[in-house]
């Protein structure tokens, strides 16, 4: 994970990194990801505190299922020229990690072999490369927090 900018408000920072696989094939003229590619950037916005935001998040039942149960999440719904896309933003915290590992098995179940058949065919793409996204903020975040 690399810092993709550095805030300073007062004598707070934030550091904000850009946790997915996203390069610079994958975002239009107007530095928005092209359908079907999740974005996903985390805040840190204290030294047990991580803010996480997936942009144009792939929706199915094991997603839905996590957001219920965990209670930490915010889903919104956006419309656009694209159609419906889904933001989920959620913040971790050392007692929280572990839903992060259970949200990238979630974004696996959607397109595991088996699975009911998901509506989007970018989800093909999407979801193992989100899951590995935040497996790989897991990783970081536990070596970080005992």
């Known amino acids: 994970m690399r810092p993709s900018s550095e805030r300073r408000h007062g004598k707070k920072s934030t550091d904000v990194f850009k946790v997915d696989e996203l390069g610079p094939g994958d975002y239009d003229a107007k530095g928005h990801p092209y359908s079907g590619r999740c974005e996903v950037i985390a805040t840190v916005a204290s030294h047990s505190e991580v803010r996480v935001r997936l942009s144009d998040s792939p929706r199915g039942g094991p997603v839905d299922a996590w957001l219920r149960a965990t209670g930490n999440a915010i889903s919104e719904q956006l419309y656009s020229s694209m159609g ?14 572990q839903q992060v590992a259970d949200l990238a098995r979630a974004f696996e179940a959607i397109v595991r072999p088996g699975a009911p058949r998901y509506a989007v065919p970018s989800y093909k793409y ?3 490369s989100t899951a590995r996204a935040l497996d790989r903020l897991h990783r970081v975040l536990a070596g970080v927090w005992p």
């Open 126 to 128: 999407a979801c193992p």
């Open 84 to 97: 419906t896309l889904s933001h989920l933003t959620f913040v971790v915290t050392p007692t929280t990690l």
